[in-house]
């Protein structure tokens, strides 16, 4: 059975950082190309930023290009999102997904950000 299961979300001011973390199960890890989504009210998901299985490749999508920044550890099953300079609209759900494209979603965590 594959489990994603995302944490670090929360709520921050504008300018501020987070790290998410996702911790997957049930999945060969290292051959999975692992990507984050997200969605906000009213708009459909959205890819955000998504790693190859070796960690060598990645790519971003142009909201976040230069501010977030997305990293796996293999010996640990983990994908990371470090979002930096972070701005109102960065404010939405937050999926970890496993292939590409996605076949495994995790639970998503809520990302708020004030201005």
């Known amino acids: 059975q594959v489990q994603l299961v995302e944490s670090g979300g929360g709520l921050v001011q504008a300018g501020g950082s987070l790290r998410l973390s996702c911790a997957a199960s049930g999945i060969i890890f290292s051959i999975s190309t692992m990507g984050w989504y997200r969605q906000a009210p009213g708009k459909q998901r959205e890819l955000v930023a998504r790693i190859s299985s070796g960690g060598g490749i990645d790519n971003y999508s142009g909201a976040v290009k230069g501010r977030f920044t997305i990293s796996r550890d293999n010996a640990k099953n983990m994908v990371y999102l470090q979002m930096n300079s972070l701005k109102p609209e960065d404010t939405a759900v937050y999926y970890c997904?496993?292939?590409?494209?996605?076949?495994?979603w995790g639970q998503g965590t809520q990302v708020s950000v004030s201005s």
């Open positions: 997904a496993a292939a590409n494209p996605p076949l495994y």
